[in-house]
């Protein structure tokens, strides 16, 4: 009961974000990235503890892992090839900090 909740609540706030991006010019002023930004993260609580409540009550992976496996595989792969490039940008932004 409590996952179905969590995740279910985590559904409809990732939906919003979703729904509420366009009006929000698009995502591309400092207010409606924070807000979005708000959105996700909140959907993102709500759905990191239901994984984690339902792998330990029901014991086990979650059956989406279990029947996508080339699915998760290639987002981790994602990642992996992400990390380059966020280190590159966080180098930028220490080389840029005009704060020291």
């Known amino acids: 009961m409590t996952c179905d909740f969590l995740r279910t609540t985590a559904r409809y706030l990732f939906f919003s974000a ?23 993260g909140a959907a993102l609580l709500f759905a990191l503890p239901s994984y984690f409540v339902n792998t330990a009550v029901f014991g086990g992976w979650p059956q989406a892992l279990l029947a ?4 998760y ?4 792969l994602w990642g992996l090839l992400m ?18």
Do not use: D, E, F
Not at 18 to 40: D, K, R
Not at 73 to 76: E, K, N, Q, S
């Open 83 to 100: 990390l380059p490039g966020v280190g590159n940008q966080l180098v930028q932004r220490g080389l840029n900090n005009s704060t020291v």
């Open 68 to 71: 996508y496996p080339r699915m």
């Open 18 to 40: 979703l729904l509420v991006a366009p009006w929000l010019y698009g995502g591309t002023t400092a207010t409606s990235i924070v807000v979005i930004n708000w959105l996700l």
């Open 73 to 76: 595989a290639a987002l981790l």
